[in-house]
């Protein structure tokens, strides 16, 4: 049982003392998500104190990096939203297909369930030898694991359900090779992806995008951390380039919305406006 | 006693339970209501649509940051749990499912506890599992209000008799009664 309220004031302490210590921070991510993360770790931990969970993040490396895992959400699927994927089929491609050479950049991959669905996207649509895709993430974990490609045999059903929504027209089994209860993606898949370890919150720009996707990770954040993300992603962009972001995610609280016009408002896929060259 | 909202968790039964509901309370009616529906991941918003049509209370699906308004119904939106922040707006987030289910029923209780404390009433009603029933708990150790269906009169009996079987509710009512007080709690505040 936790013994006593936990305050808004010892939720900021904690957060506090990871970023000095650990560097990771979460200082301005939804108070609501990381006090329900923090409760549900006391209990898993036994823990019933929220300075218990202090001194344990302090001390304890490994039960920091629990923590971590905790506060990272990283639930995902392929082809999540189908009719998003079918959209980019439809709206986005024709566009990508005018750029001799195409980068994009899933921020947030989380375990590189989104990154493969956009390999095998791009290879249906004759462009992925001129793609490169940045995956990024901050959690290392689930990175290494969205590197290896062994995903659970349990979800394909689904998988294939989505990507025929989606408007994929192979046969979703083509894509991986099965073994036992898992199933692990072709290489061929990997080939054009660099998986990169990169916080939203503390690093910078790394490349000029064609198009970003940044789905469900912004509904972690507050206003502000909100705002300061969606400018690392306009600086990013190129001129005309194209910013996705999550089925209930928008632009409407963002400072910059006014810098894009909308491809697909329901699929949440917005267009960077031309900037007019000042000479 | 100036309640601030209304969080309602329901699931099998819940449309002709939330059309009962939402057919009698009165146009005028203040404080905001916050519902979590257990729903097919992939569910349009048609229903949503049938239930605006019944009265003129606004009732539209909970978005993300939107500030949580009196005179509104706000409905947690398929496949995200639904949460309160201090500052009275919605996050969503896509956590694991709880109860088998997101949105979960304890995920925005539990959460709107935190928020409003006493100044919160929190409703169980029909449906065929147990979710709820933590998070009228929390609301309960709060100090918010309490109600369950009487699950002899539930579509569903056994979302309200789990509530019911882990916690002094406050009140066990009909879906009627639940209108009726409702309507006296609004009515008192002004
Ligand atoms: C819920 S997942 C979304 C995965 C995928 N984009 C999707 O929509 O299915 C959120 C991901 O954002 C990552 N994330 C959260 N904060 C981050 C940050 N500051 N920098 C980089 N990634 C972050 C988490 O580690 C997690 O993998």
Known sequence: MISKDIS????????EAIFQKYGYDFRQYSQAHIRRRIINRMVLSGLEDISDIQSNVLNDEAFASKLFQDLSITVTEMFRDPCFYKSLRENVIP???TYPFIKIWHAGCSTGEEAYSMSILMQEEGLYNRTIIYATDFNQH??????EGIFSNKMMKEYTANYQLSGGKESFSKYYTSNYDSVIMNQSL???IVWANHNLVTDSVFAEIHIILCRNVLIYFNNDLQNKVQSLFYESLINGGILC????????FSNLSEEYSEMDKNQKIFKKKYIENEL | ??????????SSGGLNALKFLFSYLPENFRIPVIIVQHINRHSDSNWIKILNNLNSIHIKEADEKETIEPGKVYIAPPNYHLMIENDRTFSLTIDELVNFARPSIDVLFESAAEVYNN????????????DGTKGLKRIKNHGGLTIAQDPATAESPQMPASAIASIQV?????LGGIKDLLIKIAGDID
């Open chain 1, 8 to 15: 808004e004031l010892d939720i900021s302490l904690l957060l």
């Open chain 2, 1 to 10: 006693m100036n309640y601030e909202a209304i969080v309602i968790g329901v």
């Open chain 1, 142 to 147: 689930a990175l290494n694991k969205a590197k």
């Open chain 1, 245 to 252: 972001l999550g089925s209930k995610e928008s632009l409407c």
């Open chain 2, 170 to 174: 406050d009140h066990i009512l009909s």
């Open chain 1, 190 to 192: 990997k080939k054009n």
């Open chain 1, 95 to 97: 566009v990508l297909k």
């Open chain 2, 119 to 130: 100044k919160l009433i929190g409703i169980v009603l029909t449906g065929s599992n147990s």
